[in-house]
């Protein structure tokens, strides 16, 4: 699926005009249908087959979710992406139904929803429906007139307030008066009028191309108990304790009255003043259940129960990426067992249809954000996370404008502003080079290069010292907070760019592009010192603070513009200042590793992250260093990848983790261990010091080779177990 998904995007850039296409199946919807925001709809086919073939896949798009149930056995829960690959394409899964068939009658049902709506994350087709195509040997199951489809009337809208204008979503209501019940099931008594093509062609100017998923459909579980609950009969709500922050939809079983409206939201409902989606649920006569399918995330869910109404039963399903958390980073010290723990939970929850800033306020792919959860990435989830990295790299490269310029969120439907800083971390060392380098794949690599290039040397400009100038953009955001260098962290990130579209070049044989990008670098490195260096510290002439930028030092330190005899004055520097937000903070302790201040780096992170972790009811790590903005925001967790990389010492030496280097730095600490998964199994670190001594534990995938620094020992090792000791 992956190479044909790449093999599409590449013919998106030679020719969007055609539509040419292999389907057969047609746009249907419900012959009311409005196209009217937040619209559900029901669609029912009962296919006749003499023999199940060996395999039977479907291919299914919708605008813009739907729920899939064959033989009245639920198959998809939440399919469907928010759309677009491109500005003007669509999305469709592939799903194996043939395990759900027999012989005889089967019946295929959908639920679907349709947003309407504009959001950061989501570019509206303007019409809701469903294109279904099942084929293999003489089965062929096609969406068209022969299906049977009704809107779904007992969904609305909650009404004020409305989910915040980033978000495509809307409040789902739904009325228990007019439920269909068990309309997906085969002896459903639901009889819905005929079903109205739309459109005869599958790929077309409303859907543009049809563009294979290019993640794993996401996981569900069945309905869960809560871990508490308690009731507070002044307000009357119902608290529901998860067991952690997860993406969850809401259950309940009642016994009420009918007309009772029963409110479910989460305690992250309000991010500030800007509120984001919750449901309702109107009560019928008699003991009933409903669950509502637009997902929301928290520690616990709130149910507001009426006078009245009898609750039975509160459940919930959780749902999310079909990833794992695989790594389990311990060490002899409370507070980072527990802020790597809070981290990689905060990752998880910020990735459904891409990697979002945060699940609640916005579900928008920032690609600062972004760029920090690919390094995260890697220290923390299985290969199957490495999937939406791809999806955003090729939607970033595919959005972008007709003047080289991108932008990010993507895709967006109502946002359309570049950060520059932003673009230049994405594309540059630190986001799409560490997706190359560390899963080994550069497929990605050809397809976006020249745009890429594009973008780094035909929007920015270049002056007499080598450097990119400082632009406005759309919004010209370099971190959150203050004491910010602009131009000098422009420079910076700019050189770390040309670093990695260097080695992309390399691999792609464009030699004149490596001359031109040699020649830029030199000349940048030549000067950096000349332009930026104060005596004391580095800053551009247009930073008009008296306290330096910590951010803007240690990215001349991990771009390798500062020469070593400029750390121990940046140290200085860095003692001191403290303006860093969450995102640019990791790259503060990276750089401490580098110059050999471990020690102080774990100090400095815990009293940066004190105050995050002093709130024992949360489970996740937040937008800022304090409450005030999403408590979810995984660009915070980027102590992952410094226990990993720094503190255990693990980091590829070739893609892929071919080779690897184990070189840690305990900075202080006497007992830590990982585990991360790559492309060729696990690698495994424990390491104990015991006085003088340092023992190591170290599993080397099959394949691979491994580099140990102990001490001033240096051991090479082929796959196996090992157990290492060295003195200081």
Not at 381 to 409: C, H, V, Y
């Amino acid at each position: 699926m992956r190479n044909k998904f790449l093999l599409v995007f590449f013919v998106l850039m030679v020719s969007t005009a055609s539509f040419a296409s292999t389907w057969t199946a047609k746009w249907i919807q419900a012959a009311d249908c409005k196209n009217g925001v937040n619209t559900w709809q029901v669609f029912r086919k009962t296919v006749n087959l003499s023999i199940v073939p060996k395999q039977l896949m479907a291919k299914i798009s919708v605008d813009s979710k739907y729920w899939l149930w064959v033989n009245g056995r639920m198959v998809v829960f939440e399919g469907g992406l928010k759309r677009g690959p491109s500005p003007t394409d669509s999305y469709y899964d592939e799903v194996n139904i043939r395990p759900y068939l027999h012989k005889g009658a089967n019946t295929i049902a959908i639920l679907s929803l349709y947003y309407g709506k504009e959001g950061f994350s989501h570019k509206s087709s303007g019409h809701a429906g469903l294109l279904f195509e099942a084929r293999a040997g003489n089965v062929s199951i096609l969406s068209d007139n022969s299906w049977n489809a009704a809107i779904y009337k007992a969904y609305g809208r909650v009404g004020n307030p409305e989910p915040n204008m980033r978000l495509c979503e809307s409040n789902i209501c739904f009325d228990g008066r007019k439920d269909l019940g068990a309309w997906y099931a085969p002896m459903s008594q639901s009889h819905f009028p005929k079903a109205k093509v739309f459109s005869s062609e599958a790929e077309n100017s409303t859907f543009g191309k049809l563009v294979a998923r290019p993640i794993p459909l996401f996981k569900f579980s069945g309905l869960k108990d809560y871990v508490k609950q308690t009731f507070d009969s002044k307000t009357r709500i119902l608290h529901c304790k998860l067991p952690y922050n997860a993406q969850v939809t809401p259950y309940i079983k009642v016994q009420a009255q009918a007309g009772d409206t029963i409110d479910m939201r989460t305690e992250d409902y309000y991010v500030g003043s800007e509120p984001s989606v919750r449901g309702a649920y109107i009560t019928r006569n008699g003991v009933q259940e409903y669950e509502s399918y637009g997902w929301m995330n928290g520690n616990e869910v709130q149910y507001r129960i009426p006078a009245g109404v009898k609750v039975l039963a509160v459940k919930y399903r959780e749902s999310g990426y079909d990833t794992k958390i695989v790594s389990d980073f311990k060490c002899n010290d409370s507070f980072f067992n527990e802020l790597w723990k809070r981290s990689v939970r905060t990752l998880y929850v910020n990735m459904r249809d891409t990697y979002f800033d945060c699940p609640d306020r916005e579900r928008a792919q920032w690609w600062g954000d972004v760029t920090n959860d690919i390094q995260e990435n890697f220290y923390t989830l299985t290969p199957t996370s490495w999937q939406i990295i791809d999806k955003g790299i090729n939607e970033l490269m595919n959005w972008q404008r007709n003047d080289g310029t991108i932008f990010a969120p993507v895709p967006a439907g109502n946002w359309d502003k570049e950060l520059p800083v932003q673009m230049l971390m994405s594309v540059g060392w630190y986001g799409f080079h560490t997706q190359y380098y560390y899963s080994g794949d550069s497929s990605f690599v050809a397809p976006v290069y020249d745009r890429v290039h594009k973008y780094l040397h035909g929007v920015w400009k270049i002056d007499d010292a080598g450097y990119a100038q400082a632009r406005d953009g759309g919004w010209s955001w370099a971190d959150w907070g203050d004491h910010i260098d602009l131009s000098l962290l422009t420079a910076e990130w700019y050189y770390l760019a040309l670093k990695s579209e260097k080695d992309f070049a390399r691999q792609l044989n464009k030699d004149e592009d490596m001359k031109t990008i040699d020649k830029m670098m030199n000349l940048m490195k030549e000067n950096f010192d000349k332009h930026f260096w104060k005596g004391d510290n580095y800053r551009s002439d247009s930073y008009k603070e008296s306290e330096s930028d910590d951010r803007a030092q240690a990215m001349a330190v991990l771009s390798g513009l500062a020469s070593p005899d400029k750390y121990p004055a940046i140290l200085q520097v860095l003692k001191k200042s403290h303006f860093a937000s969450p995102l640019m903070e990791m790259y503060v302790q990276q750089a401490l590793f580098k110059m050999g201040q471990g020690e102080f780096a774990l100090q400095r992170a815990k009293e940066r992250y004190a105050k995050m972790l002093s709130y024992p009811d949360q489970t996740t790590v937040f937008e800022f260093w304090d409450k005030g903005g999403s408590i979810n925001h995984a660009w915070t967790s980027g102590m992952t990848v410094i226990f990993g990389q720094e503190v255990c010492g693990v980091r590829p030496t070739s893609p892929g983790f071919k080779t690897f280097e184990v070189k840690p730095d305990l900075a202080g600490l006497t007992q830590v261990s990982t585990n991360m998964q790559t492309k060729y199994g696990f690698i495994r670190v424990s390491l104990k010091k015991e006085g003088e001594q340092t023992n190591l534990m170290l599993t080397v995938p099959k394949g691979t080779r491994a580099s140990v620094v102990l001490g001033n020992k240096v051991t090479k090792l082929e796959s196996g177990t090992y157990n290492l000791s060295s003195k200081d």
